[in-house]
T-cell receptor, first 115, second 112 residues
Framework: DAGVIQSPRHEVTEMGQEVTLRCKPISGHNSLFWYRQTMMRGLELLIYFNNNVPIDDSGMPEDRFSAKMPNASFSTLKIQPSEPRDSAVYFC?????????????FGPGTRLTVL | SQKIEQNSEALNIQEGKTATLTCNYTNYSPAYLQWYRQDPGRGPVFLLLIRENEKEKRKERLKVTFDTTLKQSLFHITASQPADSATYLCARGNSGYSTLTFGKGTMLLVSP
């Protein structure tokens, strides 16, 4: 398996623009997580999907952020409008949820820079 | 809130020594702790999981302990090698929930 795939790997945009990050989870996994990582705040959970349904979006910063999972093999995280403080590395992770103890498999991340 | 605290200062050790990283948690004991390794420019990679009722877990040169009295987990790498240099993240999870709360990680530098 190719692992979790994220695109783009790097994104540079200007403040106010719309940004869309994409994720393809590992085939057969039923849970998907979006995280944001910064030096100041570390790795923060933004949203968690199970069987394509959003279960916990309490980490989504504000209405400018939205995430979708239209099917088991694709998810997007959208920021509109983007702001400089959104600059971070965004990770997607997936897991096969059988019980509470499941390990998560992370993608390579998307480094977002908002100018 | 449920927090995970890891030493923000990098740990520098010499090759062959045992590296010990600390993870402290607040409030009630998590059902389990997970440890991940993260290399620069890459996503975290799962290493070990230890449950609340387990005192110790081993995997090759890695050992993790879980002390509910001290609210602490220790992560040991024996016979450390330069290739072990990375940032190590501790994460807590609760029974019935699939989400994790991560610490900020501790950077380990193993010099030859």
């Amino acid at each position: 398996d190719a692992g979790v795939i994220q695109s783009p790997r790097h994104e540079v945009t200007e403040m106010g623009q719309e940004v869309t990050l994409r994720c393809k989870p590992i085939s057969g996994h039923n849970s998907l997580f979006w995280y944001r990582q910064t030096m100041m705040r570390g790795l923060e959970l933004l949203i968690y999907f199970n069987n394509n349904v959003p279960i916990d979006d309490s980490g989504m910063p504000e209405d400018r952020f939205s995430a979708k999972m239209p099917n088991a093999s694709f998810s997007t995280l959208k920021i509109q409008p983007s702001e400089p403080r959104d600059s971070a590395v965004y990770f997607c992770a997936s897991s096969l949820e059988r019980d509470s103890y499941n390990e998560q498999f992370f993608g390579p991340g998307t480094r977002l820079t908002v100018l | 809130s449920q927090k995970i605290e890891q030493n923000s200062e990098a740990l520098n050790i010499q090759e062959g020594k045992t590296a010990t990283l600390t993870c402290n948690y607040t409030n009630y004991s998590p059902a389990y702790l997970q440890w991940y390794r993260q290399d620069p420019g890459r996503g975290p990679v799962f290493l070990l999981l230890i449950r609340e009722n387990e005192k110790e877990k081993r995997k090759e040169r890695l050992k993790v302990t879980f002390d509910t009295t001290l609210k602490q987990s220790l992560f040991h790498i024996t016979a450390s090698q330069p290739a072990d240099s990375a940032t190590y993240l501790c994460a807590r999870g609760n029974s019935g929930y699939s989400t994790l709360t991560f610490g900020k990680g501790t950077m380990l530098l193993v010099s030859p």
